[in-house]
Protein backbone atom coordinates (compact mmCIF):
# COMPACT_ATOMS: atom_id res chain seq x y z
CA UNK A 1 0.00 0.00 0.00
CA UNK A 2 2.57 2.47 0.81
CA UNK A 3 4.21 1.65 -2.81
CA UNK A 4 0.83 2.35 -4.01
CA UNK A 5 0.58 5.41 -2.00
CA UNK A 6 3.46 6.74 -3.58
CA UNK A 7 2.74 6.66 -7.28
CA UNK A 8 0.09 9.01 -6.14
CA UNK A 9 2.31 11.35 -5.29
CA UNK A 10 4.26 11.39 -8.52
CA UNK A 11 1.08 11.76 -10.76
CA UNK A 12 2.73 15.00 -12.08
CA UNK A 13 4.48 12.93 -14.51
CA UNK A 14 4.50 12.58 -17.87
CA UNK A 15 0.09 13.65 -17.52
CA UNK A 16 0.45 14.44 -21.17
CA UNK A 17 0.02 10.33 -22.00
CA UNK A 18 -3.49 9.82 -20.93
CA UNK A 19 -6.02 12.55 -20.88
CA UNK A 20 -5.76 14.48 -17.76
CA UNK A 21 -9.15 14.56 -16.72
CA UNK A 22 -9.04 10.42 -16.53
CA UNK A 23 -5.63 10.04 -14.62
CA UNK A 24 -6.60 13.24 -11.78
CA UNK A 25 -10.07 11.10 -11.47
CA UNK A 26 -7.98 7.77 -11.23
CA UNK A 27 -5.66 9.31 -8.47
CA UNK A 28 -8.96 10.65 -7.31
CA UNK A 29 -10.32 7.51 -6.50
CA UNK A 30 -7.06 6.21 -4.94
CA UNK A 31 -6.80 8.75 -2.50
CA UNK A 32 -9.90 8.29 -1.22
CA UNK A 33 -9.59 4.41 -1.62
CA UNK A 34 -11.94 3.74 -3.96
CA UNK A 35 -9.68 1.09 -5.64
CA UNK A 36 -12.84 0.18 -7.61
CA UNK A 37 -13.49 3.05 -9.68
CA UNK A 38 -9.68 4.00 -10.22
CA UNK A 39 -9.72 0.95 -12.31
CA UNK A 40 -12.56 1.80 -14.11
CA UNK A 41 -10.45 4.72 -15.25
CA UNK A 42 -7.37 3.14 -15.76
CA UNK A 43 -8.40 0.23 -17.63
CA UNK A 44 -9.46 2.32 -20.79
CA UNK A 45 -6.57 4.58 -20.92
CA UNK A 46 -4.24 1.50 -20.80
CA UNK A 47 -5.78 0.17 -23.57
CA UNK A 48 -5.49 3.54 -25.24
CA UNK A 49 -1.32 3.36 -24.96
CA UNK A 50 -1.11 5.49 -21.41
CA UNK A 51 2.40 4.37 -19.75
CA UNK A 52 0.98 6.17 -16.46
CA UNK A 53 -2.24 4.58 -16.71
CA UNK A 54 -0.57 1.08 -17.21
CA UNK A 55 1.83 2.05 -14.29
CA UNK A 56 -0.69 2.68 -11.73
CA UNK A 57 -2.96 -0.09 -12.53
CA UNK A 58 0.07 -2.18 -12.13
CA UNK A 59 0.53 -0.62 -8.63
CA UNK A 60 -3.40 -1.61 -7.93
CA UNK A 61 -2.64 -5.55 -8.96
CA UNK A 62 0.99 -5.06 -6.72
CA UNK A 63 -1.00 -4.54 -3.39
CA UNK A 64 -4.73 -6.47 -4.03
CA UNK A 65 -6.44 -2.94 -4.32
CA UNK A 66 -10.16 -2.96 -5.58
CA UNK A 67 -9.09 -6.28 -7.41
CA UNK A 68 -7.10 -9.73 -6.24
CA UNK A 69 -3.64 -9.30 -5.67
CA UNK A 70 -1.81 -10.24 -8.86
CA UNK A 71 1.90 -10.37 -9.12
CA UNK A 72 2.04 -11.87 -13.09
CA UNK A 73 -0.29 -8.85 -13.81
CA UNK A 74 1.35 -6.00 -12.12
CA UNK A 75 4.39 -7.18 -13.49
CA UNK A 76 3.19 -7.03 -17.03
CA UNK A 77 1.25 -3.92 -16.63
CA UNK A 78 4.85 -2.19 -15.36
CA UNK A 79 7.25 -3.92 -18.26
CA UNK A 80 4.47 -2.26 -20.30
CA UNK A 81 4.58 0.95 -19.18
CA UNK A 82 8.42 0.43 -18.79
CA UNK A 83 8.43 -0.02 -22.51
CA UNK A 84 6.01 3.16 -23.19
CA UNK A 85 9.00 4.77 -21.45
CA UNK A 86 8.03 5.30 -17.79
CA UNK A 87 11.49 5.77 -15.87
CA UNK A 88 9.86 4.90 -12.13
CA UNK A 89 7.97 1.57 -14.01
CA UNK A 90 12.02 0.27 -14.95
CA UNK A 91 12.72 0.73 -11.14
CA UNK A 92 9.40 -1.29 -9.99
CA UNK A 93 10.52 -4.23 -12.09
CA UNK A 94 13.90 -4.15 -10.58
CA UNK A 95 11.68 -4.49 -7.39
CA UNK A 96 9.90 -7.59 -8.49
CA UNK A 97 13.50 -8.83 -9.58
CA UNK A 98 14.66 -8.46 -6.56
CA UNK A 99 12.07 -9.74 -4.47
CA UNK A 100 10.78 -12.55 -6.25
CA UNK A 101 7.32 -11.70 -6.97
CA UNK A 102 5.91 -13.66 -9.47
CA UNK A 103 9.30 -14.22 -11.35
CA UNK A 104 12.12 -16.12 -9.98
CA UNK A 105 14.46 -13.73 -7.87
CA UNK A 106 17.51 -12.55 -10.03
CA UNK A 107 19.51 -9.46 -7.84
CA UNK A 108 21.87 -8.90 -11.53
CA UNK A 109 18.76 -8.23 -13.21
CA UNK A 110 17.51 -6.41 -10.53
CA UNK A 111 20.50 -3.73 -10.21
CA UNK A 112 20.13 -3.37 -14.27
CA UNK A 113 16.84 -2.34 -13.93
CA UNK A 114 17.26 0.16 -10.77
CA UNK A 115 20.39 1.44 -12.89
CA UNK A 116 18.01 2.30 -15.81
CA UNK A 117 15.34 4.49 -13.38
CA UNK A 118 18.33 6.15 -11.41
CA UNK A 119 20.19 6.79 -14.47
CA UNK A 120 17.11 8.62 -15.86
CA UNK A 121 16.67 10.17 -12.65
CA UNK A 122 13.86 8.52 -10.86
CA UNK A 123 14.78 9.04 -6.94
CA UNK A 124 13.49 5.83 -5.43
CA UNK A 125 15.46 3.52 -8.28
CA UNK A 126 18.73 5.83 -6.23
CA UNK A 127 17.56 4.84 -3.23
CA UNK A 128 17.56 0.82 -4.13
CA UNK A 129 20.46 0.56 -5.85
CA UNK A 130 22.40 2.28 -3.41
CA UNK A 131 21.70 -0.22 -1.08
CA UNK A 132 22.60 -2.92 -3.58
CA UNK A 133 26.03 -1.28 -3.82
CA UNK A 134 26.05 -1.22 -0.29
CA UNK A 135 25.82 -4.80 0.31
CA UNK A 136 27.19 -6.37 -2.96
CA UNK A 137 23.91 -7.78 -4.09
CA UNK A 138 23.51 -8.08 -8.04
CA UNK A 139 26.75 -5.80 -7.79
CA UNK A 140 30.47 -6.18 -6.80
CA UNK A 141 30.17 -4.22 -3.11
CA UNK A 142 30.89 -0.53 -3.44
CA UNK A 143 30.10 1.43 -0.21
CA UNK A 144 31.64 4.81 -2.33
CA UNK A 145 29.14 4.27 -5.24
CA UNK A 146 26.17 3.44 -2.60
CA UNK A 147 26.76 6.49 -1.04
CA UNK A 148 26.87 8.49 -3.39
CA UNK A 149 23.36 7.04 -4.62
CA UNK A 150 22.46 7.75 -1.52
CA UNK A 151 23.10 10.91 -1.39
CA UNK A 152 21.28 12.16 -4.50
CA UNK A 153 18.36 10.26 -4.17
CA UNK A 154 18.38 12.46 -0.61
CA UNK A 155 19.02 15.86 -2.85
CA UNK A 156 16.20 14.56 -5.13
CA UNK A 157 14.30 14.90 -1.91
CA UNK A 158 13.22 10.88 -1.73
CA UNK A 159 12.60 10.66 2.26
CA UNK A 160 13.56 6.98 2.58
CA UNK A 161 16.74 8.14 1.31
CA UNK A 162 17.44 11.69 3.34
CA UNK A 163 16.21 9.49 6.35
CA UNK A 164 18.90 6.52 5.87
CA UNK A 165 21.92 9.03 4.87
CA UNK A 166 20.93 11.15 8.35
CA UNK A 167 21.49 7.86 10.27
CA UNK A 168 24.70 7.25 9.12
CA UNK A 169 25.77 11.22 9.68
CA UNK A 170 24.45 10.41 13.16
CA UNK A 171 26.77 7.54 13.72
CA UNK A 172 29.49 8.31 11.68
CA UNK A 173 29.07 5.14 9.29
CA UNK A 174 31.29 5.87 5.95
CA UNK A 175 30.81 9.67 6.28
CA UNK A 176 32.73 12.12 8.95
CA UNK A 177 30.12 12.22 11.75
CA UNK A 178 28.01 15.54 11.74
CA UNK A 179 24.71 15.42 14.00
CA UNK A 180 23.76 18.67 13.27
CA UNK A 181 23.75 17.21 9.29
CA UNK A 182 22.02 13.74 10.88
CA UNK A 183 19.55 16.48 11.95
CA UNK A 184 18.59 18.44 9.11
CA UNK A 185 18.11 15.06 6.71
CA UNK A 186 15.94 14.06 9.53
CA UNK A 187 13.82 16.88 9.67
CA UNK A 188 13.78 16.99 5.77
CA UNK A 189 12.55 13.33 5.30
CA UNK A 190 10.14 13.34 9.08
CA UNK A 191 8.47 16.57 7.19
CA UNK A 192 7.34 14.37 4.33
CA UNK A 193 5.29 12.17 7.15
CA UNK A 194 8.35 9.76 6.89
CA UNK A 195 7.75 7.66 9.92
CA UNK A 196 11.38 6.58 10.27
CA UNK A 197 12.49 9.84 10.23
CA UNK A 198 10.06 11.27 12.61
CA UNK A 199 11.14 8.55 14.80
CA UNK A 200 14.62 10.07 14.75
CA UNK A 201 13.85 13.35 14.70
CA UNK A 202 12.50 12.73 17.96
CA UNK A 203 15.15 11.06 19.34
CA UNK A 204 17.40 14.34 18.14
CA UNK A 205 15.42 16.37 20.31
CA UNK A 206 15.28 13.96 23.00
CA UNK A 207 19.37 13.56 23.03
CA UNK A 208 20.15 17.22 22.31
CA UNK A 209 22.04 15.55 18.78
CA UNK A 210 22.57 18.26 16.45
CA UNK A 211 20.27 20.56 17.66
CA UNK A 212 18.82 22.13 21.44
CA UNK A 213 17.33 19.28 23.56
CA UNK A 214 13.79 20.05 23.42
CA UNK A 215 11.60 16.84 25.23
CA UNK A 216 8.22 18.71 24.29
CA UNK A 217 9.21 18.32 20.74
CA UNK A 218 10.47 14.89 20.92
CA UNK A 219 7.13 14.10 22.46
CA UNK A 220 5.75 15.86 19.17
CA UNK A 221 7.77 13.74 17.00
CA UNK A 222 7.78 10.76 18.59
CA UNK A 223 3.69 10.63 18.73
CA UNK A 224 3.89 11.21 14.98
CA UNK A 225 5.79 8.24 14.70
CA UNK A 226 3.91 5.65 17.28
CA UNK A 227 0.73 6.67 14.92
CA UNK A 228 2.17 5.20 11.94
CA UNK A 229 2.51 2.34 13.96
CA UNK A 230 6.34 2.55 14.83
CA UNK A 231 6.57 0.03 17.75
CA UNK A 232 10.17 1.97 18.51
CA UNK A 233 8.42 5.18 18.95
CA UNK A 234 5.71 4.09 21.15
CA UNK A 235 7.79 2.39 23.25
CA UNK A 236 9.65 5.36 24.03
CA UNK A 237 6.91 7.19 24.02
CA UNK A 238 5.55 4.81 27.14
CA UNK A 239 9.22 5.33 28.64
CA UNK A 240 8.67 9.37 28.71
CA UNK A 241 5.30 8.72 30.14
CA UNK A 242 6.71 6.46 32.56
CA UNK A 243 9.38 8.40 33.99
CA UNK A 244 7.74 11.80 33.28
CA UNK A 245 10.25 13.77 30.66
CA UNK A 246 9.32 16.99 29.37
CA UNK A 247 5.47 15.97 30.88
CA UNK A 248 4.25 14.62 33.97
CA UNK A 249 4.57 11.09 34.61
CA UNK A 250 1.25 9.68 33.72
CA UNK A 251 1.08 6.20 34.02
CA UNK A 252 -2.09 5.12 32.24
CA UNK A 253 -1.07 6.83 29.38
CA UNK A 254 2.38 5.27 29.66
CA UNK A 255 0.51 1.94 29.33
CA UNK A 256 -1.29 2.24 26.87
CA UNK A 257 1.65 3.06 24.75
CA UNK A 258 3.25 0.16 25.98
CA UNK A 259 0.35 -2.01 25.14
CA UNK A 260 0.55 -0.56 21.43
CA UNK A 261 4.28 -1.26 21.32
CA UNK A 262 3.83 -5.11 22.68
CA UNK A 263 0.65 -5.28 20.05
CA UNK A 264 3.33 -5.35 17.37
CA UNK A 265 6.66 -6.27 18.81
CA UNK A 266 6.18 -7.58 22.17
CA UNK A 267 9.59 -8.33 23.54
CA UNK A 268 10.83 -5.21 26.45
CA UNK A 269 7.26 -3.68 25.61
CA UNK A 270 5.76 -6.57 26.96
CA UNK A 271 8.08 -6.80 30.14
CA UNK A 272 7.11 -3.39 30.75
CA UNK A 273 3.72 -4.01 30.89
CA UNK A 274 4.42 -6.76 33.34
CA UNK A 275 6.32 -4.57 35.57
CA UNK A 276 3.32 -2.15 35.64
CA UNK A 277 1.05 -4.90 36.86
CA UNK A 278 3.24 -6.00 38.98
CA UNK A 279 3.89 -2.80 40.81
CA UNK A 280 0.43 -1.46 40.42
CA UNK A 281 1.41 1.54 38.33
CA UNK A 282 -1.73 2.84 36.11
CA UNK A 283 -3.70 -0.44 37.19
CA UNK A 284 -4.15 -2.40 40.16
CA UNK A 285 -1.63 -4.51 41.26
CA UNK A 286 -2.10 -8.16 39.30
CA UNK A 287 0.94 -10.58 39.80
CA UNK A 288 -1.16 -13.10 38.05
CA UNK A 289 -1.25 -10.85 34.93
CA UNK A 290 2.81 -9.42 35.23
CA UNK A 291 3.46 -13.43 34.99
CA UNK A 292 1.39 -13.63 31.85
CA UNK A 293 3.45 -10.62 30.41
CA UNK A 294 6.77 -11.35 31.80
CA UNK A 295 5.87 -14.97 30.23
CA UNK A 296 5.47 -13.43 26.62
CA UNK A 297 8.32 -11.49 27.11
CA UNK A 298 10.51 -14.09 27.98
CA UNK A 299 9.65 -16.14 25.55
CA UNK A 300 11.54 -13.86 23.53
CA UNK A 301 14.80 -14.00 25.21
CA UNK A 302 14.35 -10.47 27.35
CA UNK A 303 16.63 -11.31 30.00
CA UNK A 304 14.60 -8.37 32.03
CA UNK A 305 11.96 -10.54 31.67
CA UNK A 306 13.53 -13.75 32.15
CA UNK A 307 15.07 -12.76 35.89
CA UNK A 308 11.53 -11.03 36.65
CA UNK A 309 9.74 -14.44 36.07
CA UNK A 310 12.24 -16.33 37.45
CA UNK A 311 11.61 -14.28 40.76
CA UNK A 312 7.74 -15.05 40.84
CA UNK A 313 8.33 -18.54 40.68
CA UNK A 314 11.26 -18.64 43.21
CA UNK A 315 8.63 -16.25 45.44
CA UNK A 316 5.42 -18.14 44.10
CA UNK A 317 3.92 -14.67 43.48
CA UNK A 318 1.15 -14.96 40.99
CA UNK A 319 2.27 -18.56 40.03
CA UNK A 320 2.81 -21.62 41.63
CA UNK A 321 5.89 -21.63 43.44
CA UNK A 322 8.23 -23.80 41.72
CA UNK A 323 12.34 -23.28 42.10
CA UNK A 324 13.03 -25.46 39.66
CA UNK A 325 11.65 -23.06 36.68
CA UNK A 326 12.99 -20.40 38.95
CA UNK A 327 16.34 -20.79 38.48
CA UNK A 328 15.94 -22.08 34.84
CA UNK A 329 14.96 -18.89 34.35
CA UNK A 330 17.77 -17.16 36.25
CA UNK A 331 20.14 -19.36 33.93
CA UNK A 332 18.72 -18.15 30.42
CA UNK A 333 18.40 -14.35 32.09
CA UNK A 334 22.33 -14.87 33.19
CA UNK A 335 23.66 -16.41 29.80
CA UNK A 336 22.42 -12.38 28.69
CA UNK A 337 24.45 -11.03 31.47
CA UNK A 338 21.44 -9.81 33.64
CA UNK A 339 23.07 -8.25 36.83
CA UNK A 340 19.81 -9.65 38.84
CA UNK A 341 19.90 -13.48 36.90
CA UNK A 342 23.47 -13.75 37.98
CA UNK A 343 22.72 -12.75 41.50
CA UNK A 344 19.38 -15.22 41.69
CA UNK A 345 21.30 -17.97 40.50
CA UNK A 346 24.25 -17.31 42.48
CA UNK A 347 22.22 -17.20 45.26
CA UNK A 348 19.77 -20.60 44.53
CA UNK A 349 23.17 -22.41 43.75
CA UNK A 350 24.50 -21.42 47.07
CA UNK A 351 21.62 -22.47 48.72
CA UNK A 352 21.10 -25.74 47.16
CA UNK A 353 17.58 -24.23 46.11
CA UNK A 354 16.33 -25.77 43.04
CA UNK A 355 19.55 -27.48 42.01
CA UNK A 356 22.65 -29.24 43.69
CA UNK A 357 24.61 -26.86 45.48
CA UNK A 358 27.16 -25.66 43.98
CA UNK A 359 29.49 -22.94 45.78
CA UNK A 360 32.39 -22.90 42.69
CA UNK A 361 29.73 -22.26 40.08
CA UNK A 362 27.54 -19.81 42.64
CA UNK A 363 31.32 -18.05 43.15
CA UNK A 364 32.07 -18.17 39.70
CA UNK A 365 28.79 -15.46 39.13
CA UNK A 366 29.36 -13.56 42.11
CA UNK A 367 32.71 -12.79 40.85
CA UNK A 368 31.99 -11.80 37.73
CA UNK A 369 29.38 -9.56 39.07
CA UNK A 370 31.49 -7.76 41.68
CA UNK A 371 33.86 -7.12 38.84
CA UNK A 372 31.03 -5.06 36.97
CA UNK A 373 30.85 -2.64 40.25
CA UNK A 374 27.37 -4.76 42.05
CA UNK A 375 27.85 -4.63 45.56
CA UNK A 376 25.53 -7.00 46.83
CA UNK A 377 27.51 -9.45 44.60
CA UNK A 378 30.49 -7.99 46.58
CA UNK A 379 29.38 -8.44 49.84
CA UNK A 380 28.04 -11.96 49.40
CA UNK A 381 31.81 -12.54 47.20
CA UNK A 382 33.74 -11.75 50.89
CA UNK A 383 31.44 -14.31 52.83
CA UNK A 384 32.15 -16.49 50.26
CA UNK A 385 36.16 -15.61 50.69
CA UNK A 386 35.88 -15.45 54.67
CA UNK A 387 34.80 -19.24 55.00
CA UNK A 388 36.04 -20.49 52.00
CA UNK A 389 33.00 -21.45 50.09
CA UNK A 390 34.02 -22.72 46.62
CA UNK A 391 37.16 -20.61 46.82
CA UNK A 392 40.40 -20.62 48.72
CA UNK A 393 39.77 -19.05 52.44
CA UNK A 394 40.74 -15.69 52.44
CA UNK A 395 40.23 -13.17 55.52
CA UNK A 396 41.93 -9.91 53.12
CA UNK A 397 40.35 -10.22 50.57
CA UNK A 398 37.38 -10.71 52.17
CA UNK A 399 37.62 -7.63 54.27
CA UNK A 400 38.55 -5.81 50.56
CA UNK A 401 35.48 -6.92 49.46
CA UNK A 402 33.23 -5.93 52.40
CA UNK A 403 34.47 -2.40 52.05
CA UNK A 404 34.24 -1.79 48.24
CA UNK A 405 30.56 -3.05 48.81
CA UNK A 406 29.85 -0.50 51.71
CA UNK A 407 30.93 2.09 49.62
CA UNK A 408 28.10 2.34 47.70
CA UNK A 409 25.46 4.31 48.64
CA UNK A 410 22.29 2.62 48.05
CA UNK A 411 24.26 -1.03 49.65
CA UNK A 412 22.15 -2.72 51.38
CA UNK A 413 23.65 -2.85 54.48
CA UNK A 414 24.67 -6.31 54.08
CA UNK A 415 28.48 -5.65 53.45
CA UNK A 416 28.71 -3.56 57.27
CA UNK A 417 26.91 -6.53 58.68
CA UNK A 418 29.11 -8.37 57.38
CA UNK A 419 32.34 -6.55 58.47
CA UNK A 420 30.90 -6.14 61.56
CA UNK A 421 30.82 -9.86 62.51
CA UNK A 422 34.62 -9.91 60.71
CA UNK A 423 35.75 -7.66 63.69
CA UNK A 424 34.09 -9.83 66.60
CA UNK A 425 35.98 -12.82 65.14
CA UNK A 426 39.06 -10.76 63.97
CA UNK A 427 39.07 -12.14 60.85
CA UNK A 428 41.38 -10.19 58.50
CA UNK A 429 41.60 -7.52 61.08
CA UNK A 430 42.13 -6.85 63.95
CA UNK A 431 39.34 -7.49 66.85
CA UNK A 432 37.17 -5.08 68.00
CA UNK A 433 34.46 -5.49 69.74
CA UNK A 434 33.30 -1.84 69.68
CA UNK A 435 33.87 -1.31 65.92
CA UNK A 436 31.63 -4.83 65.28
CA UNK A 437 28.96 -3.18 67.80
CA UNK A 438 29.21 -0.29 65.65
CA UNK A 439 28.67 -1.90 62.52
CA UNK A 440 25.94 -4.09 63.17
CA UNK A 441 24.16 -0.91 64.91
CA UNK A 442 25.07 1.63 61.57
CA UNK A 443 22.82 -1.61 60.13
CA UNK A 444 19.76 -1.29 62.35
CA UNK A 445 19.51 2.52 61.60
CA UNK A 446 18.39 1.43 57.90
CA UNK A 447 17.39 -1.83 58.39
CA UNK A 448 15.24 -1.84 62.04
CA UNK A 449 13.39 -5.31 60.54
CA UNK A 450 17.12 -6.91 61.09
CA UNK A 451 15.90 -8.71 64.32
CA UNK A 452 18.41 -10.98 64.43
CA UNK A 453 21.01 -8.23 64.47
CA UNK A 454 19.36 -6.44 67.85
CA UNK A 455 19.67 -10.04 69.66
CA UNK A 456 23.34 -9.84 68.35
CA UNK A 457 24.10 -6.86 69.90
CA UNK A 458 22.57 -7.67 73.22
CA UNK A 459 24.75 -10.97 73.04
CA UNK A 460 27.97 -8.64 72.20
CA UNK A 461 27.45 -5.88 74.82
CA UNK A 462 27.32 -8.54 77.74
CA UNK A 463 31.15 -8.63 77.25
CA UNK A 464 31.59 -5.02 76.75
CA UNK A 465 31.63 -2.27 79.88
CA UNK A 466 29.45 0.52 79.62
CA UNK A 467 32.03 2.83 78.40
CA UNK A 468 32.86 0.64 75.19
CA UNK A 469 29.41 0.29 74.58
CA UNK A 470 29.13 3.97 75.00
CA UNK A 471 31.62 4.73 72.16
CA UNK A 472 30.36 1.82 70.13
CA UNK A 473 27.18 3.93 69.84
CA UNK A 474 28.88 7.16 69.17
CA UNK A 475 31.20 5.47 66.11
CA UNK A 476 27.45 3.85 65.01
CA UNK A 477 26.27 7.43 64.26
CA UNK A 478 29.15 8.78 62.89
CA UNK A 479 30.03 5.53 60.66
CA UNK A 480 26.30 6.48 59.19
CA UNK A 481 27.38 10.29 58.88
CA UNK A 482 31.04 9.86 57.10
CA UNK A 483 30.98 6.07 56.16
CA UNK A 484 33.60 3.89 56.72
CA UNK A 485 36.93 6.04 57.26
CA UNK A 486 35.74 6.48 60.54
CA UNK A 487 36.66 3.51 61.73
CA UNK A 488 40.47 3.49 60.54
CA UNK A 489 40.99 6.67 62.46
CA UNK A 490 39.30 4.65 65.74
CA UNK A 491 41.72 2.14 65.07
Not at 101 to 124: F, H, N, R, S, T
Not at 142 to 165: G, M, Y
Request: net charge neutral; proline share 2%.
Amino acid sequence: MKRLLYLVALSTLSISVCTRASLNDAIQAIEKKDYAVAITFLTPEVKNGSAVAARYLASLYLAGEGIPQNYDEAFRLYALAAKRGDLFSEGELGFFYEKGLGIKQDYIKAAKQYKKAADGGVPEAMHALSILYDKGIGVQKDQKKALALLEQAAEKNDARAQNELGIKYATGTGVIKNTIKAFELFRLAAEQKNAGAQLNLGYAYSKGLGVAQNPSEAIRWYTMSAEQGIADAQFMLGQIYEVGIGTEPDYKLSLQWYRRAAKQAGGYASFKIGFFYLEGMGVNKDPEEAAKWFTEAANQDIDFAQAALGDLYETGNGVKKDEKIAIALYRKAAAHRSPMGMYRLAIMLKDGRGAPQDYVQSAALLEQLANMGASEAQAQLGLFYENGLGVEQDYQRAISLYKLASSDKDNTGFAFEYLGFAYEKGHGVQRSAVISYALLRSVLFKHPERSYINEHLEKLSSNMSSSEIENAKNLAFKINLKGLDVIEKYN
